[in-house]
């Protein structure tokens, strides 16, 4: 059973902070087409009238919960600062990527089980959180293309770079036994060399 948040009188952003969490952690459970907003409702300790209040529709509220859960800003802090060495700049922002997938596993599994209505949720809005990430990762390659240190399509290299990230945070569980378990830092010093080398036996580069 999902525990509910009655609590003492909160300010509407302390009310608004409670109704995310309680969304994320039903939807964790139940998935987007399973979760209701009554027991939504009921797991942040406010009435229905009080949600529809704050976001409108069930649709509006788990875009909500996606854009305030994304870690958009703390991606972009951190990739807006990067401006040393590639390799180095590549961990790091390789390492922050796979930071923000593993702490959104549960958001992760219901967006991949119910792909279909989350087109039709976010087929309103411009800003999806995924894009968002997406265009920040677009932005770092961009300056290091230019900057001579990358060749391609900034787009389609961060897509690839986010990829290789994402491939190794839903390989962990179904992979108990791979080499790269609990090795983070190992696994990316291993991937921004595949990034960036390749593994063709004329390019492979070490990685130590």
Same mark, same amino acid.
């Given at each position: 059973?999902?525990?509910?948040?009655?609590?003492?009188?909160?300010?509407?952003?302390?009310?608004?902070?409670?109704?995310?969490?309680?969304?994320?952690?039903?939807?964790?459970?139940?998935?987007?087409?399973?979760?209701?907003?009554?027991?939504?409702?009921?797991?942040?300790?406010?009435?229905?009238?009080?949600?529809?209040?704050?976001?409108?529709?069930?649709?509006?509220?788990?875009?909500?919960?996606?854009?305030?859960?994304?870690?958009?800003?703390?991606?972009?802090?951190?990739?807006?600062?990067?401006?040393?060495? =590639?390799?180095?700049?590549?961990?790091?922002?390789?390492?922050?990527?796979?930071?923000?997938?593993?702490?959104?596993?549960?958001?992760?599994?219901?967006?991949?089980?119910?792909?279909?209505?989350?087109?039709?949720?976010?087929?309103?809005?411009?800003?999806?959180?995924?894009?968002?990430?997406?265009?920040?990762?677009?932005?770092?390659?961009?300056?290091?293309?230019?900057?001579?240190?990358?060749?391609?399509?900034?787009?389609?290299?961060?897509?690839?770079?986010?990829? =290789?990230?994402?491939?190794?945070?839903?390989?962990?569980?179904?992979?108990?036994?791979?080499?790269?378990?609990?090795?983070?830092?190992?696994?990316?010093?291993?991937?921004?060399? =595949?990034?960036?080398?390749?593994?063709?036996?004329?390019? =492979?580069?070490?990685?130590?």
């Amino acid at each position: 059973m999902i525990e509910t948040r009655r609590g003492s009188v909160s300010s509407p952003e302390e009310t608004r902070e409670r109704i995310l969490l309680a969304a994320r952690e039903v939807m964790a459970k139940k998935g987007k087409r399973g979760s209701t907003t009554r027991e939504i409702a009921d797991v942040a300790g406010v009435n229905e009238a009080t949600l529809f209040r704050h976001f409108g529709t069930k649709e509006a509220l788990i875009v909500a919960v996606a854009q305030h859960f994304c870690g958009y800003a703390t991606l972009r802090e951190v990739a807006s600062q990067l401006q040393g060495p =590639i390799v180095e700049d590549l961990r790091t922002l390789g390492n922050t990527l796979l930071e923000r997938m593993e702490s959104q596993m549960d958001m992760i599994r219901w967006s991949l089980v119910e792909s279909d209505y989350e087109a039709d949720v976010f087929a309103s809005t411009a800003w999806r959180p995924q894009l968002a990430i997406h265009a920040v990762v677009t932005d770092f390659m961009q300056r290091r293309v230019e900057a001579g240190e990358l060749h391609g399509d900034p787009g389609k290299l961060a897509m690839t770079f986010m990829g =290789i990230i994402f491939m190794h945070v839903l390989a962990a569980s179904k992979f108990p036994d791979s080499a790269f378990k609990g090795g983070k830092a190992e696994a990316l010093a291993f991937y921004v060399d =595949i990034f960036l080398h390749g593994v063709g036996s004329n390019t =492979i580069h070490g990685h130590a």
